[in-house]
């Protein structure tokens, strides 16, 4: 009882004084309590019990692989009558495929051997004839159905969601249907002293020999709980997102008692046992023709070593993996901070295997560490590496990008990749990268795991985190709790309209109808794989039921949660004509505007708002049918940049710039989209070039003269003069972005603090705790005087990791535990200094990239005007194409920078010189004052600006800054310090400060230490940046 009481009180409370007595009072055949001791004393204790709720836990949870925890039988119904329209080899033998995720305990998606019979202890003899061996975890009845092209990785893997799969809609639903005997009981109380826990699976072999002709032993425990010793050895079963439950289900087998497990390398004889294996397998095909390869010659026909291992219990195969050595570690280590686990020069060329293959039966499965750890040793290898591809290969599944490994991921940790420089290769010559480091091949998530790591435990976290929209800040929030190496997040949820973002959708090269924030783009996405970690779940929020905790979508499903993530932005919404009647020739200053007035009518089947990437194919694929072949007139409506790139993908699709008019309402302010007058100037004029007909200070009036607006036909306008009516054939809307009235009906409903947008702390939360919210949606409580500060201001990559350092602390051991400041110190808002960044392609064309500081926005003639401006630098003339501007500020940082070009240029390299001082751009103001800079695309492309742009450059100076302030000796202060009491006035000096630091620098250690420090640097990055000499190089 104390041991009970230690943990939780709640069943006293319920159940009274005595429960546990009256408990171990009513056993019968059905119902046991079971304890160990110690020297006499109880330790622990356990009860058991066979009767079991399958129809709950048929409903509940995806139970498929182990044949619902039911006995065989023949009228089992574990199919639905009719095929999805899905390509046969997809989705052959398989019982049901969505886009839940399968995490690492839902391994039935590697083997289903289970039907496979053992001789010895009859342990296999009811384990049941079930093929659907990659059925993804869960269908759920929350996401809509649609189509994609799926990955190789993930269809071989169930474990890997994808954002979208066809299915038929009858059969998204489809539940298989055991008719069978139930072959499982469950642990109703667990509780066992601290100092056993590690003997917790002790009482496993006991209770199953109290119920002979039971199978699986199954428990069910609260999400907030933290993983404890005894469900490790259990399977996590994942649950529909449709779950009634607040429960997770672990299962464990009775073979799963066997210590028998031998691992080793396979031989000819294994192919039976293999082939039996994997039969139910998409990749079966690809797994037997690897096998073959290592049995034939142990290698592959280009030479590369090929191993294979077999885990073998009484003498049956249930397990097989497949490796190679990795051939392009060079790649690997310049793409990936895989340094962040290992110690490159350590490990030598030959210890780098890559797993291609990894099936284990998923009663074994808590043997996974193990297998791999025993591959690491038989294979003489150091590390491993898995890759995840993005998209399959020629819509094949038996190709080279297929890897078949999925129950072991969660063993493995992701690796962040690398911001890679963009070479300016024709001017380096033979001092640029080699070519396995500069190639271009396609991207990959890359998984990782060496010796070390397989000894390093990760912690789980079944709490219910549910994100709500797909948005810039929604994705790094995700990122950056998948990349935590030493976690494991088992529910992870995403609700979002059209899934995940990143399918690549538009083959329009580098047209985009929308302008970019530069946050994200399609091979983020790749390298990132979120689809392997989050369920997704297509819908719309329609309602939060707060006391409850789950999220209703328009389907009518739910979703619960524990966590709530708000993140779903602003949207470009359909507008509301004014309904002047032009024809009595009415001016703006004459009608009635109401900029929170919504449109209710009928939305015209013709208008476009263009909100991401699935709207834009929409349109264009409305445009390719309708418009192009025919005639007609197209308006593009808004003062946002958007219109712009839109007015260019429509010429770039061969639309005549006549057909296009550009009507932009009336500024809601002095400042334009783009705030730079010679680009402005150069875009207005390349659209006049490209006739196409621009209108100013126009509102939108009425569609089809006030009737039916579906579809339109025309559009009329009121100005600060007379009105003008267009005929059209198609309508874009550009005009103001606002929170969808659905969302906002939403969150007003659930009575979260709303004010014009969703109030917030500066810790994220709503007036709910258990709700959090951040980017565009939201604004900061009044209480903070900061309204014309909010989240848009900065930008959304670095507010979703800020949002995800603020949770981690609720469930990352190894972080401070929150702790909320006092009332009367919550009063400043926080100020995030990542770069505020947009970019696009204009009409001209022009590539264009702006990147400045976060700021309440402010016109530039009056910015520059200020007496603390600074320096500006400006090359080149917009109209020409080759216009380069960039902002010093006072303390000598770069602060803001404008590039407007004919030709492409390196964005990801100019963005990095953000935030950097001058002088480490080679001096850049004295060169500039002295004439020397005619050209600042050339000026960025000489060699020696390279270790400028590359991604540990931060860290170089976080080591020198470290150096500065570091003392040479207790008697003699640091250089920082002496630079502060400079400034303090504490030291009275003879001479210039700046001379008296540069005499002090030299005569000190500091000198030759930061000289050691950049060399290093240089040397260890040798393979990005051969383009610098050191010592020792000739």
């Known amino acids: 009882m104390p041991i009970f009481m230690r943990h939780d009180t709640s069943l006293r409370e319920i159940y009274g004084e005595y429960f546990l007595a009256e408990l171990i009072e009513a056993q019968d055949e059905e119902n046991y309590c079971v304890i160990?001791?110690?020297?006499?004393?109880?330790?622990?204790?356990?009860?058991?019990?066979?009767?079991?709720?399958?129809?709950l836990l048929h409903q509940c949870f995806n139970l498929g692989p182990f044949h619902g925890l039911c006995k065989p039988h023949p009228d089992d119904i574990l199919e639905p009558e009719k095929m999805p329209s899905v390509q046969q080899s997809e989705m052959e033998n398989e019982s049901l495929q969505t886009i839940q995720k399968t995490d690492e305990e839902s391994v039935e998606q590697d083997i289903h051997s289970l039907e496979e019979e053992v001789k010895e202890e009859v342990l296999f003899e009811h384990l049941p004839e079930h093929s659907a061996s990659l059925s993804t975890s869960t269908s759920d009845?929350?996401?809509?159905?649609?189509?994609?092209?799926?990955?190789?990785?993930?269809?071989?893997?169930?474990?890997?969601?994808?954002?979208?799969?066809?299915?038929?809609?009858?059969?998204?639903?489809?539940?298989?249907?055991?008719k069978g005997a139930s072959s499982a009981f469950c642990i109703q109380l667990f509780c066992i002293d601290e100092k056993y826990e590690t003997r917790s699976l002790d009482f496993m072999q006991f209770v199953f020999s109290l119920f002979p002709h039971k199978d699986f032993c199954i428990i069910s425990v609260p999400h907030l709980t933290p993983e404890f010793i005894l469900i490790q050895n259990f399977v996590r079963i994942v649950p529909f997102n449709t779950s009634i439950l607040d429960n997770d289900l672990y299962v464990f087998h009775r073979a799963g008692l066997l210590k028998s497990i031998n691992i080793r390398l396979a031989t000819t004889n294994d192919v039976p046992g293999v082939e039996n294996l994997i039969r139910t397998l998409d990749l079966n095909q690809s797994i037997m023709e690897d096998f073959t390869k290592y049995n034939m010659a142990r290698r592959d026909p280009d030479g590369t070593t090929v191993q294979t291992f077999v885990a073998e219990v009484l003498n049956q195969i249930v397990g097989v993996s497949i490796i190679r050595t990795e051939m392009d570690i060079e790649y690997i280590r310049s793409h990936y901070n895989i340094e962040d686990f290992i110690y490159y020069n350590h490990h030598q060329r030959e210890e780098h295997g890559h797993i291609h293959h990894f099936v284990l039966n998923p009663i074994f499965q808590h043997y996974t560490k193990y297998f791999l750890k025993e591959i690491l040793r038989l294979s003489f290898k150091s590390c491993l590496y898995y890759l995840i591809y993005p998209q399959s290969r020629e819509g094949k599944f038996q190709n080279p990008y297929a890897h078949s490994l999925t129950?072991?991921?969660?063993?493995?940790?992701?690796?962040?990749?690398?911001?890679?420089?963009?070479?300016?290769?024709?001017?380096?010559?033979?001092?640029?990268?080699?070519?396995?480091?500069?190639?271009?091949?396609?991207?990959?998530?890359?998984?990782?795991?060496?010796?070390k790591l397989m000894l390093e435990p990760k912690v789980t976290i079944n709490a219910r985190i549910v994100v709500v929209g797909a948005s810039n800040v929604g994705i790094s929030f995700l990122e950056t709790f998948i990349f935590c190496p030493h976690l494991k997040f088992n529910n992870l949820t995403l609700i979002s309209i059209h899934g995940l973002p990143g399918r690549n959708l538009l083959n329009t090269g580098q047209r985009k109808f929308l302008a970019s924030d530069h946050c994200f783009n399609d091979k983020d996405y790749a390298l990132m794989s979120l689809c392997s970690w989050v369920n997704v779940v297509v819908g719309k929020m329609i309602g939060i039921n707060r006391a409850a905790k789950h999220v209703i979508l328009s389907s009518e499903k739910i979703v619960p949660y524990d966590h709530l993530i708000l993140c779903t932005g602003q949207q470009y919404q359909v507008p509301c004509p004014t309904e002047a009647d032009i024809t009595k020739l009415l001016t703006n200053r004459e009608i009635k505007k109401d900029r929170r007035q919504r449109y209710t009518g009928k939305v015209p089947s013709n208008l476009f708002t263009l909100n991401d990437e699935e709207?834009?194919?929409?349109?264009?694929?409305?445009?390719?049918?309708?418009?192009?072949?025919?005639?007609?007139?197209?308006?593009?409506?808004?003062?946002?940049?958007?219109?712009?790139t839109t007015v260019e993908t429509l010429?770039?699709?061969?639309?005549?710039?006549?057909?296009?008019?550009?009507?932009?309402?009336?500024?809601?302010?002095?400042?334009?989209?783009?705030n730079n007058y010679a680009v402005e100037n150069a875009v207005q004029e390349a659209l006049l070039a490209a006739n196409v007909s621009i209108y100013h200070e126009a509102i939108l009036a009425q569609w089809n003269d006030g009737e039916d607006p579906d579809p339109i036909t025309c559009a009329s306008f009121t100005t600060p003069t007379k009105p003008f009516k267009i005929q059209c054939a198609a309508f874009f809307s550009f005009h103001e972005k606002d929170v969808d009235y659905?969302?906002?009906?939403?969150?007003?409903?659930?009575?979260?603090?709303?004010?014009?947008?969703?109030?917030?702390?500066?810790?994220?939360?709503?007036?709910?705790?258990?709700?959090?919210?951040?980017?565009?949606?939201?604004?900061?409580?009044?209480?903070?005087?900061?309204?014309?500060?909010?989240?848009?201001?900065?930008?959304?990559?670095?507010?979703?990791?800020?949002?995800?350092?603020?949770?981690?602390?609720?469930?990352?051991?190894?972080?401070?535990?929150?702790?909320?400041?006092?009332?009367?110190?919550?009063?400043?808002?926080?100020?995030?200094?990542?770069?505020?960044?947009?970019g696009g392609l204009l009409p001209g064309p022009y590539y264009y990239l702006h990147v400045g500081k976060p700021m309440i926005p402010t016109p530039l003639d009056v910015q520059v005007t200020q007496g603390d401006f600074g320096l500006q630098i400006i090359t080149g003339k917009a109209k020409e194409g080759n216009y380069f501007r960039i902002h010093i500020n006072k303390y000598q940082m770069v602060e803001t920078i404008t590039c407007l070009s004919s030709k492409p240029f390196p964005t990801s390299n100019y963005i990095t010189l953000f935030g950097?001082?001058?002088?480490?751009?080679?001096?850049?103001?004295?060169?500039?004052?002295?004439?020397?800079?005619?050209?600042?695309?050339?000026?960025?492309?000489?060699?020696?600006?390279?270790?400028?742009?590359?991604?540990?450059?931060?860290?170089?100076?976080?080591?020198?800054?470290?150096?500065?302030a570091s003392k040479e000796n207790e008697e003699i202060p640091s250089m920082e310090n002496v630079v502060l009491r400079i400034v303090d006035e504490e030291i009275n000096l003879c001479e210039k400060p700046r001379k008296y630091l540069q005499k002090l620098f030299q005569q000190t250690i500091y000198k030759s230490e930061v000289e050691k420090s950049i060399l290093h640097y240089l040397h260890y990055n040798n393979y990005h940046l051969p383009m610098y000499a050191w010592p020792g190089i000739v």
């Open 916 to 964: 950097q001082h001058e002088q480490l751009l080679n001096n850049l103001c004295s060169r500039h004052r002295e004439g020397l800079i005619t050209d600042l695309y050339s000026f960025f492309e000489e060699p020696w600006s390279m270790a400028i742009f590359h991604d540990r450059f931060i860290d170089l100076k976080k080591e020198l800054r470290q150096i500065l």
């Open 615 to 644: 709207d834009c194919l929409r349109a264009l694929k409305w445009m390719n049918e309708n418009f192009i072949p025919s005639e007609g007139n197209v308006i593009i409506y808004g003062n946002t940049i958007d219109i712009y």
């Open 407 to 451: 129950s072991a991921l969660h063993y493995l940790v992701p690796v962040r990749p690398r911001r890679q420089i963009v070479y300016p290769l024709e001017e380096l010559g033979i001092n640029a990268p080699s070519k396995e480091v500069s190639k271009d091949q396609p991207s990959y998530a890359l998984y990782h795991t060496n010796r």
């Open 141 to 178: 009845d929350t996401h809509e159905s649609y189509e994609e092209e799926k990955s190789a990785s993930e269809m071989s893997c169930g474990f890997l969601k994808t954002s979208k799969v066809s299915l038929a809609i009858d059969n998204e639903d489809f539940r298989p249907v055991y």
């Open 36 to 55: 160990c001791e110690d020297k006499g004393t109880a330790v622990g204790f356990m009860s058991v019990c066979s009767q079991v709720n399958m129809e």
């Open 651 to 674: 010429l770039y699709l061969g639309i005549s710039g006549n057909r296009i008019h550009m009507v932009q309402p009336p500024l809601s302010s002095n400042i334009t989209c783009i």
């Open 742 to 838: 659905e969302t906002f009906k939403a969150l007003n409903d659930s009575c979260l603090v709303y004010d014009g947008r969703l109030v917030i702390d500066t810790t994220f939360h709503t007036n709910d705790i258990t709700i959090r919210a951040a980017g565009p949606l939201t604004k900061f409580s009044n209480r903070y005087y900061a309204n014309g500060w909010t989240h848009s201001s900065f930008s959304s990559k670095e507010i979703g990791f800020q949002l995800a350092a603020t949770m981690l602390k609720l469930f990352d051991p190894t972080l401070e535990p929150v702790i909320e400041p006092p009332g009367d110190l919550d009063r400043l808002i926080p100020i995030y200094k990542g770069a505020k960044i947009k």
